[in-house]
């Protein structure tokens, strides 16, 4: 069983940038893809990036392309969400997913772990 962790969160104005991070429990999660979601107040949770368990292949959704950036670091057992240019519509709780698969997109059915998520806050 792969415990997530996330970290990284707060408020922060808009414009201004956060760094998410994930730590997973298990070595075995550096051969699964990764994955952020986020769900806003009264919201469904909703895809944000994914990447592939060597890091070559990456997806982002529409909204953040471009401003946001998935990584991760297999020797320490983490990935990470470098968010920049951050607007008010971005306030979300940030949750960090495994995919046993060694690539995977954009459904959350497809995810077999999940974090508890971590509050991103972005004031106007």
């Known amino acids: 069983q792969v415990q997530l962790v996330e970290s990284g969160g707060g408020l922060v104005q808009a414009g201004g940038s956060l760094r998410l991070s994930c730590a997973a429990s298990?070595?075995?999660?550096?051969?699964?893809?990764m994955g952020w979601f986020r769900q806003a107040p009264g919201k469904d949770r909703e895809f944000v990036a994914s990447?592939?368990?060597?890091?070559?292949?990456?997806l982002y959704t529409d909204s953040v392309q471009g401003r946001f950036t998935i990584s991760r670091d297999n020797a320490k057992n983490a990935v990470y969400l470098q968010m920049n240019s951050l607007k008010p519509e971005d306030t979300a709780v940030y949750y960090c997913?495994?995919?046993?698969?060694?690539?995977?997109?954009?459904?959350?059915?497809?995810?077999?772990?999940w974090g508890q998520g971590t509050q991103v806050t972005v004031s106007s």
């Open positions: 298990e070595r075995t999660a550096s051969t699964y893809a």
């Open positions: 990447i592939s368990w060597r890091g070559g292949s990456t």
């Open positions: 997913a495994a995919d046993r698969a060694a690539s995977s997109g954009s459904y959350s059915q497809d995810y077999d772990y």
